[in-house]
Every structure is written in structure tokens, then in C-alpha cells.
């Protein structure tokens, strides 16, 4: 079965204090890794997808990267804005479905 | 341009009403996704539609009901619901679902309140 965990369940920054989040994945058959940013009462927002081991990807603050067994979302000098659930899934090959881990929450204090 | 439309963003019914959610994208995506959230839990996949057909149904009680008119459109029908259906429903889409890989874009979602 296709299992999804991330860690921490809560993380608190303060602006400016680098720091990573992490899935860690049990899949057959990955086609795909998703980060999404989700705010409150808000739909997930994309981020990034991720398809092989030792792939890396950056966006803004955000560096996302993928070995076998887990994927690591970097945060370098963090903002308050930066604040959201950080949400990790995957896609197995031969499966229409994403299977969601139960995210992460990040508060970065000014 | 990755939008993904939901209407209402907001619904408050009663057990004994008839209500609709609508998403629409436009997007030429072929597959489209209706998830429930609790709060403080991960989205959970209710009905998939891949090329306008029904494709998944996660064991959703009948009184939720999906359509799916065409390629850009989406709907849920909502017939005597609970209390505890009460939760943001979220509308995805991604690319041809047979790649696999392709990351599903999401709508803002409606908060659905059952009273």
C-alpha cells in the first residue's frame, strides 16, 4: 500500500531561520512526487512535481529535492508569508490517484 | 494559465435540500477530481472522471452525485446530506491521466456548512 509521511507535523520558524520539511514515500512505481502550499479555507496551490532520484527544483525561498525513499522542501530565510500547510503526494503508475501525506504546518514569526 | 473555477465558495444547506457544486477549467485537462477536507486533514479523493467518464468512486454514499457535462465542466450534486458531510470540497484537474506524473491543479474550494 502506497504511504506517504511527513515530518514534522508543526514547524515553527523565525523570519530569516533556514530550515527543511520531509516526506518520506513508500510507492511502487513512482511517476511522480507533488509538493502544494495550502492556506487556510484555500484550495492547494502547486508547487512543484519531482520525477527521479537526485532531482532538484527551486522556486522563489523553496528548493525541493528527491531521492528513492523521500523528498526533502527547503526554506532558506523564511518570511511570515512563507506561513501555510505544506502538503507532500504521490502518483504511482497505474493509478489515477494522488495519495496525499498530512502535511506539514509552518508558522514563521516576524 | 492554471485556473481552476469552483461556485459557491461558500453554501449553507439543510439535510432535506438539493444543492450543486460547479468547477470548470479550461485548461484541455482530461482529468478532473472531486475531493473532501476535513479540517487539519489531507484531501481525500471522493470521484475521479478521466475523459468525461467516471473512472473512480472512493465508496461515496449516493447522496453525493457526480456529472460530468463535458470536458470543462464538473459537478457534484448534493442530496440529503448530514452534518458531518460539512467540509471544503475541492475541484482538481491534471493532463491525459494515462501519463501519470502530471500534477493536479486545484480550485479554492466550496465550504460546504449541512445544518
Known amino acids: 500500500e502506497d504511504q506517504v509521511t511527513q515530518s514534522p507535523e508543526a514547524l515553527r520558524l523565525q523570519e530569516g531561520e533556514s530550515s527543511s520539511l520531509n516526506c518520506s514515500y513508500t510507492v511502487s512505481g513512482l511517476r511522480g512526487l507533488f509538493w502544494y502550499r495550502q492556506d487556510p479555507g484555500k484550495g492547494p496551490e502547486f508547487l512543484f512535481t519531482?520525477?527521479?532520484a537526485g532531482e532538484e527544483k527551486e522556486k522563489e525561498r523553496l528548493k525541493a529535492t528527491l531521492t528513492k525513499k523521500e523528498s526533502f522542501l527547503h526554506i532558506t530565510a523564511p518570511k511570515p508569508e512563507d506561513s501555510a500547510t505544506y502538503l507532500c503526494?504521490?502518483?504511482?503508475?497505474?493509478?489515477?490517484?494522488?495519495?496525499f501525506g498530512k502535511g506539514t504546518k509552518l508558522t514563521v514569526n516576524p | 494559465d492554471t485556473e481552476v473555477t469552483q461556485t459557491p465558495k461558500h453554501l449553507v444547506m439543510g439535510m432535506t435540500n438539493k444543492k450543486s457544486l460547479k468547477c470548470e477549467q479550461h485548461m484541455g485537462h482530461r482529468a478532473m477530481y472531486w475531493y473532501k477536507q476535513k479540517a487539519k486533514k489531507p484531501p481525500e479523493l471522493m470521484f475521479v472522471y478521466s475523459y468525461e467518464k467516471l473512472s473512480i468512486n472512493e465508496s461515496v454514499p449516493s447522496r453525493f452525485s457526480p456529472e460530468c457535462p463535458n470536458s470543462s465542466l464538473l459537478n457534484l450534486h448534493l442530496h440529503a446530506l448530514q452534518p458531518e458531510d460539512s467540509a471544503l470540497y475541492l475541484c482538481?484537474?491534471?493532463?491525459?491521466?494515462?501519463?501519470?506524473?502530471?500534477?493536479?491543479?486545484f480550485g479554492q474550494g466550496t465550504r460546504l456548512t449541512v445544518v
Open positions: 519531482l520525477y527521479s
Open positions: 482538481a484537474s491534471s493532463q491525459d491521466p494515462s501519463r501519470g506524473g502530471v500534477a493536479a491543479f
Open positions: 503526494a504521490v502518483h504511482r503508475g497505474g493509478s489515477e490517484k494522488l495519495v
